[in-house]
Every structure is written in structure tokens, then in C-alpha cells.
């Protein structure tokens, strides 16, 4: 039967009766969902549902509509996982609570993340239905809180000791135990001799005793966790284990104490395979929880950036404090060598920065007054003064490590498959071995018994849901750590699964693919008038510009050591041009649309100012006292690497394309020397997002990348986001990639990150699957009718115990991802006809 729920969501976006009406249809419009009654003055919508219906589509279909649900997110450290099972398991309790919107489990990291419409469902609900599934919860610290990614650290390597500690004390009792049996049956001369000795019965009682304490000692953990959870309907690989080994165990423990009891074909024990399993287990998790650890080095690796210690300007004096007590607004001393304690401004000092380890470029960085530090970064010779603007959670390394827990964290859509398999794989695997028992003891030869046994124990032990489980977090944990340390930031795991299906990458062009700084590129004098003086004059009028064009020709003049004069009754015409008058001489700088209108002739330039705007670059006109005296030519250069990331894109299979607000004719010239593919040019900021609506028509799946506020839109609208960390923060917060330097070879690096770590999902799924529908077969005895060949038991276990390693083995190769492109792009191209050209000095 299928049940009806009801679930009150708090909205956000709606103004009006039409707003509610809006928002009823869409809901109305999901599947499973019975009815829908938005309450505008309490902004609420009450939802009546059964399934296929569920919080998240609810809560999608209400985003879509433009009406998103208020949520709320909670992060715990989740307990007793062992198998992919258990997430499927733990997941499913988790949105069992009312209010519960979605839920994520993640076995790699062992945490949990549940979202929540706003005030519908308490921490508490959320732990006790954890807690009655079997899977205790502990709330987390905020991400990228102190002890955050290192409290892990150090719970993961206790748990590998005492892993370790378990599986020593296990092998040194089982050791004589496989000796005694194993031995006597592949040495028949030991066999005589402890039929001489000690006697085989004395055997099976030294073997009894020892395996005993193997199950009851370090294998205790298996039975404690396993027969609940079986017995609550949850079986787990705890419970395969369990149930295996108990089944060897009380088999052979009739066959030594009660042989009555069996038919006198059953006369043999299987001691060591129970105890010789629980040793290959626990072997197998201590291999696993060593390399699980390993995953998570790149977070720990940003953790140990932050510095103990700071030496803080207070009252004149300096002082050294907890790098945690630093305030905004402290004056902050980097002295040669230190890393920089907070984000913070320069005040005082000159030096190179070394900033490798947030954006992944091994170059220094020039630091003056009046430019931003970060912390965790090393200060060069010279040393610093900078004044705190970013302490404790707010900075950006904090922010940073945020990001990469929250991506780490992640489920991508290629798991949905995993996680519906491996809900019910342990009962499968019950079953399987049930029906193996059955077949065995109905036309097995004899004796049948011992050979059922020996064919369900090792279905049992063989079917190892944990390389399912691990196949996907692990590679996304190693992938996404990786890409932070080359300066890479996937604030949304499903970005590595987005990106890696991206048919075409838009570029947004001023400050992403250009400096996003105008330069003078041209001076044509078309008087007798000396150069020097005409970029004086000019200075002089644009310095009462805000405009970039202005303040690109005020820059030339003063690397030109051209002094610039005071300028008298400015006024500027928007999108024309501006006057002034300078030193007696009435200067006019501006289009030739605002020479026209200002009665000035602009004789025969006309042609050379089109073939500036066909190379790229903006002309203007200067005329001194009503006669043309120059033109001149600003453009915004393209970033030294931004050719050779175009190129690798192409590289790769990708069209590249560039959407721009500037004319046709620049922005053409800009795609020439880009090497791009497709331009849209004059391109409104608001209609930005409809021309990656556009290309996604035309190419499919689009990738853009932005850093202004007026990308933002571009950026959501986009099936993968990426911002330049050197852009605005609205850029970034619509991301779902940053790049942490403004070089577009991260676009690059970011592409090649998330096709190498996909690969390494599917490799990893690929091994999971073909190793259980391969082996369980064998386990169960399918080679024995052609090749009287039976899988036993322990090689079973040292079987399942290898899968998982080799899956975490396999994501561990991601840390040795190197980046696309070298450092160095090479020299910067000058522009075209540069000023020293055009003036023929």
C-alpha cells in the first residue's frame, strides 16, 4: 500500500495571489503529489504526496518553479558503516523524518549530510532515527572549523591501529589452527604425525579453543554489529561475515562435541576457515582504513597552512598571540619566511608572496601597500604589514576548505544506480547462499553437507558490497583534494560529473580571457604636434575620468615621465567623448562621432581608426584647438596563457566560444588572436544567460566561465559554472567551480581533472560489479561440475578483503594528477603597432 504523506514546506520569492497559483501548478505538476495549498501569508505550502513523490523533488520542482523552499543543512559524523548497504540503509532512515528534504551518507568520509525545510525537523528527530537503523550520529563541527578535517585524521588513524592491533592478535591464534588442518592436509606427513602425537581430536579441541577466542576477541565487533542489524531486517557486510563464520564455527563445533548429530559422511571441521576469515578481514578494513585515510590528505595538507602563531602590532608594541585571537582591523607583521596569519590588506613593506599552495601557480606574487594578502600563504624577503580584513571562518583558506569538504562530501548522479544495487545486495547475497545450501545438499555428491557448507560460507564472505560503497566517494575525495592543491575548487561535487560531459566552453572576455585592464596601444599623431605633449593633454582631460579608457591613457602618461597639467571646465558626454580646456588649449578626446558633433573635421582618419577597430582595439580622437592633433588606440590585452588554454581545449575534443558586450569587429579580433571558435557579440549583461541557453541548443552541454557580477546569471544558467577566484564574490557564490588565479589554464586543469577522475569511477565500479558477478558464481560452485574446483572460505576472504583495497588503491592514484599546462605560458605578445611602432620611434 502505498502511503500518503504530508509535508509543509516554508517559500521564499513569492509576492502575490499569481506567485501562489504559480507555485501550486508546479508542485501539482510532480508526480505521486496529491495536492497542493500555499498559505501566502504565512509563506508557507502544505503538500500532500505518495510516492514516486519526495522532499527532493518536491523541493526541485519548487527552485524550477522560482519559488525555492527555505532550508537547512546539517552535517554529522555517522557511525558503523561498512558497506555501501549501510549508506543505502542509513539514507533511507534519514528521510524518513518529516521535514527531511534529502539526505547524503558518504562511506569514504563516514559523514552524513541532511537537508531540511527550514524549522521542520530537529537535530534530535534526526539522531534517533539514525540511531534505531544502527547508525549513531555525531553533529560536526563547521566546516573548516580547526580541528574539522584533522579530528578525522587523527579518528581514522586510531581506528587503522586498532585494526591492525585486532588483525595481529587474530592471525597469531589462528596461525596454529591453520597449521594444524591446512597443514595436515597439504603435508601428509604432518597429517600422520599428529594422528601419532597429539591426535586429531586433541587437534580439533587446540583448534577449537584458539578459534574461539579468535571470534570472541578480535572478531567480537563482527557479531555485535552484524546479528542486530540482521535481525532489524538490515543485514550488512558485518552480518555476511558474521554469518559465515558462525556457520563454519557451530558445524565444525557439532562435528567435534556431537558428531551424532551429523550423517557420519561429515566427519571434518572448518576451524580455520572461520578463524583464518575474521584474520583476512580484519586485514582487508586495516588496508582500507589506512588508505581511506590517505584520502583525505589534501584537507589535512590546508589545514596545516593556518599558522599558530601571529605577531600583532597593538598599543606601538608587537606582540606574539594565538594566530585565533587575531580581530579585524589588527595591524599584522609577515616577517621573511612566515606564513601570512589571515586574509588581511597591505599597509606597509614590499615583497613577493608565495601563493602556490591556495592558487597553485609556483610563481611569487608582487605585494605593495594597498594590495590582499591571504593567509596561509609565505611572506618573501622584505617582510609585510598588512591590517586584518578576514579572521577565523571567514577567510579564505577557511572558505576553501570548506568548499572541498562540501565537494568531498558529494553524490554524484552516477551513484544513483549504485545506491538503488546495493540496497538490496545483502539480501541478494542471503539469498544466493541460501539457495546455494539447498542445491548443494539436494544433488551435491557426497558428502553433501560439508560441501554446502563450504559453498554457502564462501557466497557469504565473497559478496563485498564495501567496493560498491567506496568505488564513487573515494575517487571523488582524492579528485576534488587533488584539484584544490592545483588551485582548483569544486564547490559542488556533481561539477566533476557535469564538467566531464561539457560539449562546449563560453568564455566571458574582459578581465577572464583579458586583463580586464585597458592599455594604450597606439598613438598616430596626425599634426606637427610632438607625442609626449599630445598624451599630456590628453592625460590631462581623461584625468577627470572614472573610465577605464581614461585611466589607460592617464598610465602611459605617467610611465612616460610626461607630467600632467591641471585641466579646466571638463565636461564629459556620455558614451562620446570629454573636453577640457589645458594650458590655453581647448582638447576635445573622444569618437569621431564626437568630433562631428563638436565641429571639428577628422579629415582622411576615418580609415585608419577602422583598421584599428579591426585589429581589436578601441580608437579615439584628440583634437587641439578645433584641428585633429591624434589618434589613439586602447585595448585590453589577452592574458598570456589564454591561447594555450584555447588550444589544449581543442585539444580535448571542445569548441570554444566567447560571449561578449563589444562590437563585432573587437570582439572578432579578440576570437582571432584567442583562437576561438564562435563569438556572440553585443551581448547585453542580462541577456547573457540566454546566449548560454543558446549555445547549449546548438552544442549541447556548456561550461562557462566568468568572474563579473554581471556573469552570475551566465553562471547558474550554465550546466557547469566555473568563476575566477579573482572575480567578484556573487561570481563565485554562483559557481560550481572556482579557479583560484585568474589564469584561464585552470579551465584547463579543471577539465582534465574531472575526465581522469570519472574514468577512475567507472574503472572503480567497473572492478566492483565484474568482481562480484564473477566471483559469487565460483563461490558457489559453479566450476565444480567441469573442473571439481571449489573456491574455499578464506581464499573468499582474501578476495572480498582485496576488492576494496583495490578500489582505494586505484582513487589513490588521483593524487598524482599533474596539471595540463606548464607554469610558464611563455613571454607576453605585445600588441599589435604598439606605441612604438605607431609613432616610428
Request: glycine residues 10%; charged residues 15%.
Amino acid at each position: 500500500m502505498n502511503t500518503e504523506h504530508t509535508l509543509t514546506l516554508p517559500v521564499s520569492g513569492m509576492s502575490c495571489a499569481s506567485c501562489a497559483a504559480r507555485l501550486e501548478r508546479a508542485l501539482a505538476a510532480v508526480p505521486g503529489v496529491r495536492h497542493a495549498g500555499v498559505n501566502l501569508a504565512a509563506e508557507t505550502v502544505s503538500v500532500d504526496f505518495q510516492s514516486p513523490a519526495d522532499g527532493a523533488a518536491l523541493a526541485a520542482a519548487m527552485a524550477q518553479a522560482g519559488y525555492p523552499a527555505r532550508t537547512e543543512t546539517h552535517e554529522f559524523d555517522i557511525g558503523n558503516l561498512s558497506c555501501a548497504s549501510c549508506v543505502a540503509r542509513a539514507e533511507r532512515a534519514l528521510t524518513g523524518v518529516s521535514g527531511v528534504l534529502s539526505a547524503e551518507v558518504n562511506l569514504a568520509t563516514e559523514t552524513a549530510r541532511v537537508t531540511t525545510a527550514e524549522g521542520q525537523a530537529r537535530v534530535t528527530d534526526l539522531v534517533e532515527a539514525a540511531a534505531a537503523a544502527g547508525y549513531p550520529l555525531r553533529p560536526r563541527q563547521p566546516a573548516g572549523a580547526a580541528q574539522g578535517a584533522t579530528g578525522a585524521g587523527t579518528r581514522r588513524d586510531a581506528e587503522a591501529r586498532d585494526l591492525a592491533r585486532r588483525a595481529l592478535i587474530a592471525a597469531a591464534l589462528a596461525l596454529p589452527v591453520f597449521l594444524l588442518e591446512m597443514g595436515g592436509h597439504a603435508v601428509p606427513a604432518l597429517h600422520h604425525w599428529i594422528g601419532r602425537t597429539i591426535g586429531h581430536q586433541t587437534s580439533w579441541l587446540i583448534q577449537f579453543v584458539l578459534t574461539t577466542l579468535v571470534l570472541i576477541g578480535p572478531g567480537r565487533a563482527f557479531y555485535r554489529k552484524g546479528f542486530p542489524a540482521l535481525f532489524r531486517g538490515a543485514a550488512d557486510m558485518n552480518s555476511l561475515v558474521a554469518l559465515g563464520t558462525s556457520a563454519a564455527y557451530l558445524f565444525s563445533t557439532v562435528v567435534l562435541f556431537a558428531p551424532a548429530l551429523l550423517p557420519d559422511s561429515s566427519g571434518a571441521v572448518y576451524f580455520e576457515a572461520a578463524a583464518v576469515i575474521v584474520v583476512l578481514v580484519l586485514l582487508g578494513r586495516w588496508l582500507e582504513a589506512r588508505a581511506k585515510g590517505r584520502t583525505g590528505d589534501a584537507i589535512r595538507a590546508l589545514i596545516r597552512l593556518r599558522p599558530t602563531n601571529a605577531h600583532v602590532l597593538r598599543d606601538g608594541q608587537v606582540e606574539q598571540i594565538d594566530a585565533t585571537a587575531i580581530r579585524v582591523g589588527d595591524i599584522v607583521l609577515a616577517r621573511p619566511g612566515d606564513r601570512i596569519a589571515t586574509d588581511g590588506v597591505v599597509v606597509e613593506g614590499r615583497c613577493h608572496v608565495d601563493e602556490s599552495m591556495i592558487t597553485g601557480e609556483s610563481l611569487p606574487v608582487a605585494k605593495q601597500p594597498g594590495d590582499p594578502v591571504t593567509g596561509g600563504t609565505v611572506a618573501g624577503a622584505g617582510g609585510l604589514r598588512f591590517r586584518a580584513t578576514r579572521v577565523g571562518t571567514d577567510t579564505t583558506l577557511s572558505q576553501i576548505v570548506r568548499m572541498v569538504e562540501q565537494a568531498q562530501g558529494a553524490k554524484l548522479p552516477i551513484q544513483n544506480l549504485v545506491d538503488r544495487v546495493t540496497l538490496w545486495f545483502v539480501p541478494a547475497v542471503l539469498a544466493v547462499a541460501a539457495l546455494t545450501v539447498a542445491i548443494w545438499l539436494l544433488v551435491g555428491p557426497a558428502p553433501a553437507l560439508p560441501h554446502a557448507l563450504v559453498a554457502g560460507v564462501a557466497v557469504l564472505i565473497i559478496a563485498c558490497p564495501c567496493a560498491m560503497g567506496l568505488a564513487t566517494p573515494t575517487s571523488i575525495m582524492v579528485g576534488t583534494g587533488r584539484a584544490a592543491s592545483l588551485g582548483v575548487l569544486f564547490r559542488k561535487g556533481d561539477a566533476l560529473q557535469t564538467l566531464h560531459d561539457t560539449a562546449v566552453v563560453a568564455f566571458d572576455k574582459t578581465g577572464t580571457l583579458t586583463e580586464g585592464r585597458p592599455e594604450l596601444t597606439d598613438l598616430i599623431v596626425q599634426g606637427g604636434m610632438d607625442e609626449t605633449r599630445i598624451l599630456q593633454l590628453a592625460a590631462a582631460v581623461e584625468a577627470g575620468s572614472e573610465h577605464p579608457v581614461a585611466d589607460a591613457i592617464t598610465r602611459a602618461a605617467r610611465r612616460d615621465a610626461a607630467p600632467i597639467p591641471m585641466a579646466t571646465g571638463f565636461r564629459s558626454v556620455t558614451g562620446h567623448g570629454a573636453a577640457a580646456r589645458v594650458e590655453n588649449h581647448d582638447v576635445l578626446i573622444g569618437s569621431a562621432r564626437f568630433l562631428k558633433r563638436e565641429g571639428v573635421d577628422a579629415g582622411g582618419a576615418d580609415a585608419t581608426a577602422d583598421d584599428l577597430g579591426r585589429a581589436g582595439k578601441t580608437p579615439l580622437f584628440v583634437a587641439v584647438d578645433g584641428q585633429l592633433a591624434a589618434i589613439l588606440a586602447v585595448a585590453d590585452p589577452l592574458k598570456p596563457a589564454a591561447r594555450t588554454a584555447i588550444d589544449a581545449l581543442h585539444a580535448m575534443g571542445l569548441q570554444v566560444a566567447m560571449i561578449t558586450g563589444d562590437n563585432h569587429a573587437t570582439a572578432r579580433a579578440v576570437a582571432r588572436s584567442a583562437g576561438i571558435d564562435r563569438v556572440l557579440s553585443e551581448v547585453l549583461p542580462g541577456d547573457k544567460a540566454a546566449a548560454v541557453a543558446e549555445l547549449r541548443d546548438k552544442f549541447g552541454s556548456v561550461a562557462f566561465v566568468g568572474d563579473g557580477i554581471n556573469d552570475a546569471p551566465a553562471l547558474a544558467r550554465a550546466d557547469t559554472g566555473i568563476a575566477i577566484g579573482t572575480g567578484t564574490d556573487i561570481a563565485i557564490e554562483a559557481a560550481d567551480v572556482v579557479l583560484m588565479s585568474g589564469d584561464p589554464r585552470g579551465v584547463v586543469n579543471a577539465m582534465l581533472l574531472s575526465q581522469r577522475t570519472m574514468r577512475n569511477i567507472r574503472q572503480n565500479l567497473f572492478w566492483a560489479f565484474a568482481y562480484n558477478i564473477a566471483l559469487v558464481p565460483v563461490a558457489a560452485g559453479a566450476l565444480y561440475p567441469a573442473f571439481g574446483l571449489m573456491l574455499s572460505p578464506p581464499l573468499a576472504a582474501a578476495a572480498m578483503a582485496l576488492s576494496s583495497v583495490f578500489v582505494l588503491t586505484n582513487a589513490l592514484r588521483l593524487r598524482f594528477i599533474e596539471p595540463a599546462l606548464a607554469d610558464d605560458p611563455g613571454p607576453r605578445a605585445p600588441a599589435p603597432g604598439g606605441i612604438a611602432a605607431a609613432t616610428g620611434t
